[in-house]
């Protein structure tokens, strides 16, 4: 039992005991740091069963709690609200519960399995800052359901097929005098996006002569000569063409050789693919399905819709008029294929953008309406876009922030940074160009996911790469900083297995063992809102915690022996904590900075 349930139930018997009347509940929070305590209990709510002074309430259950509760050492009243001061010995016997304990606050992964999709990219262009956001978002919201307790299996669909891979493969088939990622020495991801943009803009002189010559913009548009030939290769594939699927395959594996070294430069991995060529088909027969039960209607042309007017949407189209598979009957089928294969997953998190939202509503809509008992446990990761001060990125022109070249360039930010401080001295280039990524990997990665994902992001990369303030490269510095005191305390022979169990404690290691008590709600809270937002500010938290404890008392240099080596396994765990927290980010942390 822990001690806000040991609170709650003396709380409810001092009611009872000292009026006689029974509490449904109790309301706690944190105490203010204005005021002296650890647990604060709100009076106010009470007063709807005890009739009375709230401040006179408060000092009999106050006085109560100090006399039958050993933790409780003191109490004060301010107004409505009651803050407990808790004994230094319920700290330290909680510290000394959890100082050697690996994976503090991870719960052991139990048979609920819930599937999260995050990247999802189309292969006729390489990732860029959109999706590195997804990315990091995905992941992060994985590794934080893994520790909730949750088995996750990590996904994506590839859209590998449509009209876009199309116009990569007509351009490179007219302009590409078969060069290749060999030949050119590009990664197949770029190679096949330059051709994306070369596409656009043969298409674009097209229309603007066809314009030019007297022709409708809309019929320019359509009828341009080059859009006539994705459109007829796009037939091909579907036909099955075996030019032109050969072709399909080549290009395709280009480009998933350049996403797997982006991947793993961004360190986030997939558990299963799924490729759109595979799942475009999927969800025709259960709208047939549908459709005889009434779930879909058709109309005279042929095409099959739903009807969603009174659930507040509108009617929406799930297959054409000639019987093809729209966007929404692949994802219908796509999320029934997922269940089929791995029958126990019990929950889907979609990590798709904001523009996105209102499809998901009615994906989710539809799956309820068919039966899906799994169709309430959906979620759609909604994240807002990311903006550059230079401005907003258009893939058909080539003005995309790419991902791999932000990667580089945020290790070369961290270089001149790191450099200009001038505290590397000692490493050899290999080293430096090791902590040089790490720097930058962490600023960019925490940077993102320090906002809520559902916020617009302007993102600075050399604000993110600061050493001071809310930022990665902060946490890793003061991570570093404690591996240095950790084996100074080594080498002076500091024995950190020693107990501590009759330490007075400094109002700073008392703070600081409350904020690490924090974590594993932190954890729960966390998967519960899909926010690794919530893990990045705990872990600044504990780090400004630290800072402000590290200035304010002596760790190695105290005289005590027991309380020394409180400190020095104070800060080791502190030091745990941010690993762990940061492993949930995909963020790595330095031995020595």
């Known amino acids: 039992m822990n001690i806000q349930e040991v609170l709650l139930h003396k709380v409810k018997e001092a009611v009872h005991t000292i009026y006689g009347q029974e509490l449904p509940s109790v309301e706690f929070q944190p105490t203010r740091k204005d005021f002296e305590g650890d647990v604060t209990i709100v009076v106010f709510p009470m007063l709807r069963v005890i009739k009375g002074n709230p401040v006179q309430i408060g000092e009999q259950i106050g006085a109560f709690l100090k006399e039958h509760v050993d933790e409780v050492s003191d109490f004060n009243v301010i107004k409505g609200f009651l803050n407990i001061v808790l004994d230094d010995n319920f700290y330290l016997s909680f510290f000394n519960s959890i100082k050697s304990e ?87 991801d770029k190679l096949v996006g330059n051709y994306y943009v070369a596409f656009d803009k043969i298409y674009k002189e097209q229309i603007a002569q066809r314009i030019a010559s007297g022709i409708d913009f809309k019929d320019a548009e359509k009828e341009a000569p080059i859009l006539l030939e994705a459109k007829k290769m796009l037939l091909k594939w579907e036909a099955g ?27 986030v991995d997939f558990d299963t693919l799924y490729y759109e060529s595979d799942t475009y088909l999927l969800g025709k027969n259960v709208v047939a399905e549908g459709l005889e039960k009434g779930v879909f209607f058709k109309k005279e042309d042929g095409s099959v819709w739903i009807d969603l007017t009174e659930d507040g949407l509108d009617e929406k189209i799930v297959l054409r008029s000639d019987g093809t598979a ?36 009615v994906l989710f809509l539809i799956l309820k309406k068919l039966g899906f008992s799994w169709s309430d446990k959906l979620y759609h990761l909604s994240y807002g876009m990311v903006d550059l001060p230079s401005g907003k990125m258009k893939s058909r022109e080539g003005t995309v922030v790419d991902a791999d070249d932000l990667m580089a360039d945020m290790t070369q930010t961290a270089a001149t940074i790191s450099e200009e401080l001038g505290k590397l001295e000692e490493y050899t280039d290999e080293e ?35 050493f001071q303030g809310n930022t990665g490269p902060f946490i890793q510095y003061t991570y570093a900083r404690i591996q240095s005191i950790l084996r100074k305390a080594d080498s002076m022979g500091i024995d950190i297995s020693e107990s501590t169990a009759s330490v007075e404690l400094h109002i700073k290691e008392k703070e600081l ?12 809270l966390a998967a519960e809102n899909y926010s690794p937002a919530l893990i990045a500010n705990y872990t600044y938290d504990l780090v400004k915690e630290f800072n402000s404890f590290y200035q304010q008392v002596s760790i190695l240099g105290e005289a005590n022996e027991e309380k020394r080596i409180l400190r020095v396994q104070l800060s080791k765990k502190v030091a745990d904590v941010i690993q762990d927290a940061f492993r949930l980010l995909g963020i790595e942390v330095p031995e020595r900075m």
Request: hydrophobic share 35%; charged share 20%.
């Open 102 to 188: 690996s994976n503090f606050g991870f719960l052991k992964e139990s048979t609920d399995a819930i599937m999260v999709e995050y990247s999802s990219p189309n292969t006729n262009k390489p990732l860029h800052l959109g999706h590195i956001r997804n990315n990091l978002l995905g992941y992060s919201v994985a590794e934080i359901l893994k520790a909730s307790g949750r088995k996750v299996y990590k996904t994506q669909i590839i859209n590998d097929r449509g009209i876009h891979i199309c116009k990569s493969m007509v351009a490179w088939q007219k302009f590409g005098n078969g060069e290749t990622p060999s030949s050119t020495g590009l990664k197949g």
């Open 241 to 267: 063409d075996a030019e032109t699927v050969a072709l399909w395959k080549t290009m395709n594996g280009w480009v998933y050789k350049g996403f797997e070294v982006t991947y793993k430069n961004l360190g």
């Open 326 to 361: 729209v966007y929404m009957t692949q994802d219908i089928g796509t999320a029934i294929q997922r269940v089929k294969d791995h029958p126990d997953v019990n929950g889907m998190v979609y990590t798709v953008g904001n523009e996105q939202d209102y499809h998901f509503k």
């Open 432 to 466: 430096k160009g090791a902590l040089y990524q790490m720097i930058g990997l962490g600023a960019l990665k925490y940077y993102i996911l320090k906002v809520d994902p559902k916020k617009r992001i302007l993102f600075d990369p050399e604000e993110s790469v600061d």
């Open 513 to 524: 063992i409350k904020q690490i008590q924090l974590f594993p709600d932190t954890i729960q």
